[in-house]
């Protein structure tokens, strides 16, 4: 970010004393607290959802969260002289959730209710569609199948390559299942699943730890979703990180429903989409959208790690859902 978008702060009714690179952004210290300036990628209509939404967090005082600060002439952004958008909030310095230690996460997954509880308490008027996890399936096995068909026709093979192919059978059959699984689920349902506001990228790097209070960031992927949404990226992160530890997921599980239990249908979405093979779709499609020249490394160690907890995944879920 550069002195012509610092110079766009001053559409703002604020003094800006000093200002400071951060993580993709300039962090300003101002006669109103530290705030945020960032670019901007979304739509205005989904940002004056994003603004609803942190405006209902802020008057239920269930959670600390980030807000929008207009400019003098009300608007959410303003925009460079090249039509780029930038949007200023405020902000907390600290740091964010420690994965490592098992105390924080589980208060993360308390936060994590606390938000739901808020957004389930009636959504802000909005005309942005719901997200459909159906329709997510469907393209994500599409290209898991383009895939596999790119990589059964190349000649010449990496060990990479090789590796990939020789497990993508396993994975493309887990994903079907997971898609067929809730499909054929919801359909069944009569209840059908509680729609709300959802964080949209819910993991620890968006939850700050200041000197005594958690605050919560970045919500520029807020989306009309079943709060599982967020639970499952969550606890897919942590997860991961643990080796699919089962005691560990009971604890997460238990903080979260402790303040909001899960509905079943919501319980059952949790399953499938945890059971979904993201991570392999994930290193599949970095593969296939990366150039083919010089394959990284890092790659196969994703691959190798993917593989070796397996067992390990497929155990937490016959565990923790009862299969």
Known sequence: ?????????????LEVMHTR????AILCETDRGLLIFKEYGGSPEHLGVQDALLKKLSE?????????IPTKEGELYVKDNDGVRYILKTYRDGRECNIRERAECLEAMNVLARLHFCTQEGLPETDIPAFSM???????????????KYLRGRSQKTWFEIA??????QFYD?????????ESYHRASEDGNATSLCHGDYQYHNLILDQKNWFLINFERCVKDDPVRDLHLILRKLLEKTDWNISFGEELLKAYENYRPLPAISRIDLYYRLSYPEKFWKIANFYYNSGKAWIPGRN????DKLLGQEEMKREFLDKIFQC
């Open 134 to 148: 159906e329709r997510e399936y469907e393209k994500r096995n599409r290209e898991l199948k383009k895939i596999r």
């Open 174 to 182: 887990q994903a079907l299942e997971a898609q067929e699984g809730w």
């Open 21 to 24: 690179k951060g993580r993709g």
């Open 164 to 169: 990939l192919l020789g497990c993508f059978d």
């Open 60 to 68: 239920s005082g269930r959670v600390e969260a980030e807000s929008l």
């Open 300 to 303: 196969m160690e994703k691959l």
């Open 1 to 13: 970010m550069n002195d012509r978008a610092v110079s766009l702060l001053e559409q703002y009714e």
